[in-house]
């Protein structure tokens, strides 16, 4: 099955430290996409990182990175020097090119950056 | 830069009543989808068009038709609403056909059904 799993519903960390958020995912697919979305409570959906199954190194973004280990089927948001304005719900999301392009969505953690 | 623009933002239906959510997106984008999202569950797929003049359902079809009515415009029906159907709806595009193609959203429209 194809299936995105984020096991943390809620997280909490201090301000300027660093946070690591779990997805894995299930594909059987050698080629596919894993994004990251932010939604902070306003309500949109913000695009934050991209990792491709083919690349070989880490995305980075700023103060995102993606921790991408292929053969665990992981791959993990970093977000460095945490903000409060980091503070909002993540979402990871693959993309599978095989058969009806459709984007599968985990079921989010909510990050919360204490002052 | 508009990128993808939904209407309305809020909407209150009674049980039974319809309603069309619009969509139209200003970035050349061959693909559109419609998810749906409720506490808990992330966002589920409804419909989505992969280019002009196709469209197919996705994991929560029931309930709802679309019409892709240009490259730019999308739409979502809701023919007869139901209190299930109480939810946030982002309409999203992307350039579609590769792995490497972010979806990009709308705000959302939030429904009620009473």
């Known amino acids: 099955a194809q299936k995105i799993t984020q096991t943390q519903p809620g997280m909490f960390v201090q301000e300027k430290e660093a946070v690591t958020l779990d997805c894995t995912y299930d594909t059987s697919d050698q080629s596919y996409g894993l994004f990251w979305y932010k939604q902070p409570s306003s309500g949109e959906m913000i695009f934050l990182i991209y990792q491709g199954s083919y690349d070989e190194q880490n995305a980075t973004e700023g103060r995102y990175s993606l921790n991408f280990q292929k053969a665990r089927k992981s791959a993990n948001l970093v977000i460095s020097a945490s903000q409060l304005g980091d503070s909002a719900m993540y979402f990871c999301a693959m993309f599978l090119p095989s058969g009806t392009y459709k984007y599968i969505f985990g079921t989010g953690t909510r990050l919360k950056v204490l002052a | 830069n508009a990128g993808v623009t939904q209407t309305p933002k809020f909407q209150v239906l009674k049980t039974g009543q319809s309603m069309t959510l619009q969509c139209a997106q200003d970035?050349?984008?061959?693909?559109m989808y419609w998810y749906r999202q409720d506490p808990g569950m992330g966002l589920r797929l409804i419909y989505y068009s992969a280019s002009e003049g196709t469209t197919d359902k996705g994991e929560v079809p029931n309930g709802y038709n679309v019409s892709r009515l240009n490259k730019r415009e999308f739409s979502l029906r809701l023919e007869s609403a139901a209190p299930s159907q109480t939810s946030v709806y982002f309409c999203?595009?992307?350039?579609?056909?590769?792995?490497?193609?972010?979806?990009?959203f709308g705000n959302g429209t939030r429904l009620t059904v009473t």
């Open positions: 970035m050349n984008h061959n693909s």
């Open positions: 999203a595009s992307t350039a579609g056909g590769t792995y490497n193609s972010p979806l990009h």
